[in-house]
Nanobody
Framework: QVQLVESGGGLVQAGGSLRLSCTAS????????MGWFRQAPGKEREFVAT????????YYADSVKGRFTISRDNAKNTGYLQMTSLKPEDTAVYYC?????????????????WGQGTQVTVSS
């Protein structure tokens, strides 16, 4: 497993942007697929975006497609989630996750390691 630490959350107005980072420990990060998930108060954790080990394959939830971009820099052991055109309904705790597979996946159960989460609040 790898240890993951998210950063970059905060308070932003609707229409604004934020970039979340997820820094991993361990030299095997480049072989792991990554994902971002979020959980709003009173709701279940939901899939946001995922990326394979190479960075060439990505998938997004319909609710964020066209607004969010997932990427990674394996040399820095870091993944990113660039969020633009933010909406109040994007307010949630955002978690990054890694799985011991090269393939991207939207199912949270397939992930082995999770970060502690970072709060994103979008005001209207």
């Amino acid at each position: 497993q790898v240890q993951l630490v998210e950063s970059g959350g905060g308070l932003v107005q609707a229409g604004g942007s934020l970039r979340l980072s997820c820094t991993a420990s361990g030299r095997t990060f480049s072989t792991y697929a990554m994902g971002w998930f979020r959980q709003a108060p009173g709701k279940e954790r939901e899939f946001v975006a995922t990326i394979d080990w190479s960075g060439f394959t990505t998938y997004y939830a319909d609710s964020v497609k066209g607004r969010f971009t997932i990427s990674r820099d394996n040399a820095k052991n870091t993944g990113y989630l660039q969020m633009t055109s933010l909406k109040p309904e994007d307010t949630a705790v955002y978690y990054c996750a890694a799985r011991r597979s090269s393939q991207a996946a939207s199912n949270a159960r397939l992930y082995d390691s999770w970060g502690q989460g970072t709060q994103v609040t979008v005001s209207s």
